[in-house]
């Protein structure tokens, strides 16, 4: 079993670039398809985009494009979102999530962290 824990939020402003960082325990995230999500206040929790088991392959939200960068450290242990130009609407909680399949579905993801609070300020 994994355990994820999600780091690196905080107060930024508009414009600020920011890398958040999904650490896993207990296992490789080799393993596992992952993703990021992001809740932002009031509302539901949307796939920013997501990188295959081995980093071969990417899922990308063709709405957020150029505005993030998802990569995965060497050590197999290590999850990245790279943040670049960062707008008000980028606040919200930013989650990682592991599953067996790289999709957009909230749902097809069953080993989540607690999250990072990150609030994008002008």
């Known amino acids: 079993q994994v355990q994820l824990a999600e780091s690196g939020g905080g107060l930024v402003q508009t414009g600020d670039s920011l890398r958040l960082t999904c650490e896993a325990s207990?296992?490789?995230?080799?393993?596992?398809?992952m993703a990021w999500f992001r809740q932002a206040p009031g509302k539901e929790r949307e796939f920013i985009g997501g990188?295959?088991?081995?980093?071969?392959?990417?899922l990308d939200v063709d709405s957020l494009k150029g505005g993030f960068t998802i990569s995965r450290g060497k050590d197999k242990m290590t999850l990245y979102l790279d943040i670049s130009n960062l707008k008000r609407e980028g606040t919200g909680v930013y989650y990682c999530?592991?599953?067996?399949?790289?999709?957009?579905?909230?749902?097809?993801?069953?080993?989540w962290g607690r999250g990072t609070q990150d609030t994008v300020s002008s």
């Open positions: 999530a592991g599953g067996m399949v790289l999709t957009e579905g909230r749902n097809d993801y069953y080993h």
């Open positions: 207990g296992r490789t995230l080799s393993y596992y398809e």
């Open positions: 990188i295959s088991g081995n980093g071969d392959r990417t």
